[in-house]
Structure formats: structure tokens, C-alpha cells
């Protein structure tokens, strides 16, 4: 079998009954959080900016019911149409027209 510690240095201390890898020193932990908060801000910015869309699209796009109510008053309408242009040349010839 390879042995791994030679490409992943941090892999070393795992096999000798410590916890894990050894932290890294302060001055990185500082430039990981300072990078975290940075990554975090520009996160909530996107999320304000995703919200802001989500809300512009409810208010401004149909919903299934809407549709549906749509559908229904086009059926409505052709049938209407289709019944009246049956009905009224009888009528017509009735009226004597």
C-alpha cells in the first residue's frame, strides 16, 4: 500500500492517537474568518437580491388559478360562439329574415 503522507502532510498526525491534524497557526485562522465574513456578506447580498426577484415574479405572474379561470372563460366563449352560429340562422329563418 502507498503511503499517503508524503502528498498530505496534514495526514501524519492522524495515526498517532492525537485528534486530528494540528491547528494552523493564528494568523491564517484570522485570514479564513476575515474570508468566511466576506463570503458570508456577499452570500446575504445574493440572497436579498433572490428574495427581491421571488417577489417580483408572485406579484407579477399568473398562478395555476388564474390559468384555470382563464381556460374556463375561453371554453365558455367558444362554446357560446359555436352554439350561437347554430342557433341563430334558425332563428333568423324563423323571424323571417
Not at 31 to 54: F, H, Q, Y
Not at 61 to 87: C, H, P, S
Amino acid at each position: 500500500m502507498v503511503d499517503p503522507t508524503p502528498l498530505f502532510p496534514s495526514l501524519q498526525s492522524v495515526g498517532d492517537g492525537s485528534s486530528g491534524p494540528p491547528d494552523p497557526p493564528d494568523d491564517d485562522m484570522q485570514a479564513r474568518v476575515a474570508k468566511l465574513e466576506s463570503l458570508a456578506e456577499k452570500t446575504g447580498e445574493r440572497l436579498n437580491a433572490i428574495e427581491r426577484d421571488l417577489a417580483v415574479i408572485k406579484s407579477n405572474y399568473a398562478t395555476k388559478a388564474d390559468l384555470a379561470e382563464g381556460n374556463n372563460r375561453i371554453i365558455m366563449w367558444v362554446v357560446g360562439a359555436i352554439f350561437l352560429a347554430q342557433l341563430l340562422p334558425a332563428v333568423l329563418k324563423r323571424i323571417g329574415l
